[in-house]
């Protein structure tokens, strides 16, 4: 068990080096990873204010009334929106491994399939999302917006965000390995994935079709999750069925990635092959 969890630890720590590496070579990188969520979130609080204050959206959204909580609603969907998107970014990336040849590394490699496609994701998660995480907290303190239950629900709020976007990204990097078209699915889970999931809008403001096919998203419950422990001051007990959704949809998406990534492997010996579609 210990050898394993040692085995573990220096793919991760090997993983996250190559993301550094591959993704983060200059210091203007890293600024524009603050830069660009920032802009996003400034041009959708002035695209919504001005229809949220010319109509009767705050009769049905009490939250659109008030300019801070309307704010702090958009930073916790920027937020949630970079975590999974940067592991969107990240298998996209991984899949250009392809090209290179350094692809069949993975296959060679004595470590685990699986624990490679988490380590790969969970590499680019933490790289990509401090810089916001930290502004976001910051905003939401400076603006006085925060509601919470109790002091440990903050921990909630962390495992609510990372361990389904660590399984989102395990998923998708193990289907991306043996895609043949990755810009599709890239462009797919691009703007699809925040209106889906309800990043800009209130998920009630959806229609059902798409409140149906956004509950399949990881995000969205993270998103109804964060919102409630921090805006809404909900419980444990509140949250529950949302966090018990939550970890079954990793669940299944860690479940999923393991089997593509077996059928993936045979498919390639027997063929010679990497793609599976």
């Excluded at 990240?90 to 399939?113: D, Q, V």
Aim: charged share 10%; aromatic share 12%.
């Amino acid at each position: 068990m210990i050898d394993a969890t040692r085995s573990a630890a220096r793919v991760f720590a090997a993983e996250s080096l190559k993301q550094h590496r591959r993704l983060f070579g200059q210091p203007l990188v890293v600024f524009s990873m603050l830069v660009w969520p920032i802009l996003q979130l400034a041009t959708t609080y002035y695209t919504l204010r001005p229809v949220a204050t010319a109509s009767d959206a705050a009769a049905h959204w009490p939250l659109a009334a008030d300019p801070h909580r309307l704010l702090a609603f958009l930073a916790t969907g920027t937020l949630a929106y970079a975590f999974f998107f940067s592991l969107v970014q990240s298998a996209w990336h991984f899949s250009f491994e392809r090209t290179t040849g350094t692809l069949e590394l993975l296959f060679l490699s004595p470590a685990g399939r699986l624990t490679l496609m988490i380590a790969n994701g969970a590499g680019a998660l933490l790289q990509n999302a401090w810089l916001l995480t930290c502004f976001t907290t910051a905003a939401l303190l400076g603006f006085g917006t925060l509601s919470v239950a109790s002091w440990w629900m903050y921990g909630v709020v962390v495992l609510a965000l990372l361990i389904p976007a660590v399984a989102w990204g395990a998923f998708l990097n193990s289907l991306l390995v043996f895609s043949r078209d990755s810009a599709f699915l890239y462009t797919v889970l691009d703007e699809p994935l925040w209106f889906v999931s309800g990043v800009r809008l209130p998920h009630f403001a959806l229609p059902a079709v798409v409140q149906v096919v956004g509950a399949v998203f990881p995000l969205t419950g993270s998103l109804i999750a964060v919102r409630g422990a921090l805006l809404e001051g909900d419980t444990l007990g509140a949250l529950a069925p949302t966090l018990g959704w939550l970890t079954l949809l990793s669940a299944l998406l860690l479940a999923a990635a393991a089997v593509i990534l077996r059928v993936g492997e045979a498919h390639a010996q027997r063929t010679g092959r990497l793609r599976l579609a």
